[in-house]
């Protein structure tokens, strides 16, 4: 039978080509869709596998760089049971390096604490350094800094030359490659000269990075150090968002000084004890963020690759209905020859099924390709992934979507008497 279907396809190699060429390009798209998210993912997994750590922000902070907390609790966190190390970070955007203004993908200046960095049992930046090397106690203070290969690339550095950002000098020491776009994009540096760069007070921090010792479970940790915080006041820490803030709630005032009180809203406070002050997240929290964002990212590509599918199944439709149409004889001497309907539809399947196999694998491979290219292209940008399941799902949806789309013409044409189908013919 399935040679007999292949022969059948083979007989016809030019409307078996299209329509196996409209699958494949339907399949290449869903493959290539899905690897989107398969990347968003997969990068999120790696990034947060060399950061075993917690993170302590600002609550209501989406990321570290909208963070501001005073530089003093730091010494508040050691001091909690669990807690071994303790790195303040100071992070501030990186707008214009070497003359060029910097709008995407975003770079960023990383200010870190260096003599407890230095205590680390695990430094994302330090163990990927792949030239020069890391920063040093004898760097505080300096204009040294760490740069991603991603930069260094981009603005054709290597160690020892000299990178401007944002008007500041700075000589790189080391370059390293982590692998994450979410990591790739700093300019390590020391704390206070990230500091004096950005013009950041020396009583105030974006984040600190949280080192457990291992006596007490991550979770139970996270609860300890968002407790001991609670009721605290940030009102004396400036940080983007809140000097916004206070910049429209004085528009406020001084417009509400003009106006009816009844017409216009008074902004107030939040008071002490209405929410946490800090917001600790491990790497299970920012994973399932992101898992919340591919989902909503699935439906969304899920309905743009239904689209393309619904074309291809149609198009398998066509080519079988016009097979049908053709062979009406064929079918009716085979029936007279002893075969049965089930017979009729079992080649019917078989011929759809083989361009359902055959397109899958074809789109599969052009997916792959495609996803090759964004990746070599667009590095710094995009990181597609299509893993083996997305490949075997591909090519087992491909052919599923062949045998549907063969499976009213196969009715069709086994409805038929042996004696109608040849007099039709």
Request: a negative charge; hydrophobic letters at 45%; charged letters at 20%.
């Amino acid at each position: 039978m399935f040679r007999f279907a292949l022969g059948n396809l083979l007989s016809r190699p030019l409307r078996s080509v299209l329509s196996l060429l409209g699958l494949a390009i339907a399949i290449a798209g869903m493959v290539g869709l899905f690897a989107i998210a398969g990347g968003i993912d997969r990068m999120v997994t790696r990034t947060f596998e060399q950061i075993p750590g917690l993170l302590v922000q600002q609550h209501g902070a989406p990321i570290p760089i909208f963070s501001t907390l005073p530089a003093a609790w730091a010494e508040e966190i050691r001091d909690i049971p669990g807690v071994a190390v303790v790195d303040s970070e100071v992070l501030s955007r990186a707008n214009v390096i070497d003359g060029k203004t910097i709008i995407n993908p975003p770079r960023f200046l990383a200010g870190l604490d260096l003599e407890p960095r230095e205590k680390l049992s695990r430094d994302v930046y330090r163990e990927n350094v792949i030239q020069g090397r890391f920063l040093r106690l004898d760097d505080r203070g300096s204009d040294h800094c760490v740069v991603s290969k991603t930069i260094a690339e981009e603005f054709d550095k290597g160690v020892g030359d000299t990178l401007s950002v944002n008007g500041f000098d700075f000589e790189i020491v080391g370059i390293y490659q982590t692998g994450s776009m979410m990591l790739d994009v700093n300019v390590v540096m020391d704390l206070e000269t990230v500091r004096a760069a950005a013009r950041v007070s020396s009583e105030s921090v974006s984040s600190f990075y949280v080192e457990p010792d291992g006596t007490v479970e991550k979770r139970a940790l996270k609860a300890a150090i968002e407790d001991r915080f609670r009721d605290r006041d940030l009102s004396s820490t400036q940080s983007p968002l809140s000097w916004f803030m206070s910049l429209a709630s004085g528009a406020m005032n001084r417009l509400n000084a003009g106006s009816t009180p009844q017409n216009l809203p008074q902004l107030r406070p939040t008071e002490p004890g209405d929410e946490s002050t800090v917001e600790v997240r491990m790497a299970e929290d920012w994973s399932e963020r992101f898992e919340e964002f591919s989902g909503d990212l699935n439906l969304f590509l899920s309905m743009i690759t239904a689209i393309g599918l619904a074309i291809a199944v149609l198009s398998i439709v066509n080519t079988m209905m016009m097979s049908v149409t053709e062979r009406t004889t064929e079918f009716g001497i085979l029936r007279a020859n002893g075969w049965s309907r089930g017979h009729i539809i079992q080649l019917m399947a078989w011929e759809s099924g083989l361009l359902g196999i055959c397109g899958g694998t074809v789109g599969v491979g052009i997916g792959l390709i495609a996803i090759r290219i964004v990746n070599w292209k667009w590095a710094d940008r995009l990181q597609l992934y299509a893993g083996p399941e997305l490949i075997l799902f591909g090519i087992l949806f491909s052919a599923a979507l062949g045998i549907f789309g063969g499976l009213y013409p196969a009715w069709v044409a086994a409805r038929m008497s042996p004696m109608d189908s040849i007099r039709r013919g």
